[in-house]
């Protein structure tokens, strides 16, 4: 939580972006095996949200995840 940041001296007021990291498997390996939060707690200049990513930790990396689509979107048609 970016409040955790608060005792941290000045870097939740100076920060343009704060970009937090969690992992429910690190705490449950049976939930969300592979798959990480990047929480934007803080944008300045824009919006906050949460991204899921693919954690591929060994390559020490995080991709996006895969596009889900459901069967009730629609899809480009080829002309």
């Known amino acids: 939580m970016l409040s955790d940041l608060r005792e941290s001296g000045s870097i939740e007021q100076d920060a343009d972006v704060v970009i937090l990291l969690h992992r429910d498997d690190l705490y449950d390996q049976q939930n969300r095996s592979g798959e ?27 991709t996006d995840m895969a596009p889900t689509y459901s069967s009730q979107e629609s899809y480009p048609k080829d002309n």
């Open 36 to 62: 990480a939060d990047l929480i934007v707690a803080k944008h300045r200049n824009g919006p906050t949200r949460t991204i899921t990513v693919s954690a591929q930790l060994h390559f020490a990396r995080f």
